[in-house]
């Protein structure tokens, strides 16, 4: 099946600080990427959805300033939260759009964030 | 708008028991459903998926078939094992209206399966 990676798996670090995740699709290219935000023991929360090549599309109440989406290529969409807070800690998971006709989406494994 | 209902867990089987987990939807037009398996600290992974009524999606021994007539999309397994253990994801994707490429998810069920 389609693979989507993203990297760092896990990253800590300090309150103020930016940090970048990164998410590839490996064997298929992907106009649409998605980003979403788990939180222990509950489903996913749609941020925003990552068009290649235009602006992202950011759900309500999803600060766009704070998390910044590029959809730099085909293959990559980079989420970077910026002036990280302890509150910001969370599992984030990027997806592809395999089958825009379909809906299939690959997701990757998932982000650990913890800001200390 | 479109909506997807799951059967509340958490769901305790032992080995080698019938497993079912409801799902029912709401949506206009045709959507395609989908179940999603995430294990712990892993992304999501796609397990089945039906794209139109009275379609079967099946993978590793799980089934749902999409049915219309009652807007559900359960799924089920015959024996389940202990590495079954996962949260299941039960989702929808509608082509039409705003929502492109966007799945509908349910809340999720934990399902914990013991030797």
């Known amino acids: 099946g389609a693979v989507v990676s993203q990297h760092p798996s896990w990253v800590i670090c300090k309150s103020g600080t930016s940090v970048k995740i990164e998410c590839r699709s490996l064997?298929?290219?992907?106009?649409?990427m998605f980003w979403y935000r788990q939180f222990p023991k509950q489903s996913l929360m749609l941020m925003a959805t990552?068009?290649?090549?235009?602006?992202?599309?950011?759900e309500q109440g999803v600060e766009k300033d704070k998390f910044l989406i590029n959809h730099a290529s085909l293959t990559l969409s980079t989420l970077t939260v910026t002036s990280a807070h302890p509150e910001d800690s969370s599992f984030y998971i990027c997806?592809?759009?395999?089958?825009?006709?379909?809906?299939?989406?690959?997701f990757g494994p998932g982000t650990r964030l913890t800001v200390t | 708008g479109n909506s997807v209902t799951q059967m509340e867990g958490p769901v305790t089987l032992s080995e080698e028991a019938f497993l079912t987990i409801n799902c029912t939807y709401t949506a206009t037009g045709y959507p395609s459903l989908f179940w999603y398996v995430q294990y712990p600290g892993e992304g999501l992974q796609l397990l089945l998926k039906?794209?139109?009524?009275?379609d079967k999606g099946s993978n590793k021994g799980f089934e749902a078939t999409y049915r219309k007539e009652t807007t559900s999309f359960h799924l089920e397994k015959g024996s389940v094992q202990v590495s079954d253990s996962a949260v299941y994801f039960c989702?929808?994707?509608?082509?039409?209206?705003?929502?492109?490429?966007?799945?509908?998810f349910g809340q999720g069920t934990i399902l914990t399966v013991h030797p």
């Open positions: 989702a929808l994707f509608n082509a039409g209206g705003t929502s492109y490429g966007k799945l509908t």
């Open positions: 990552s068009n290649e090549g235009s602006k992202a599309t950011y």
């Open positions: 039906a794209t139109k009524a009275d």
């Open positions: 997806s592809a759009l395999h089958h825009p006709i379909g809906g299939e989406q690959y």
């Open positions: 064997d298929f290219q992907a106009t649409t």
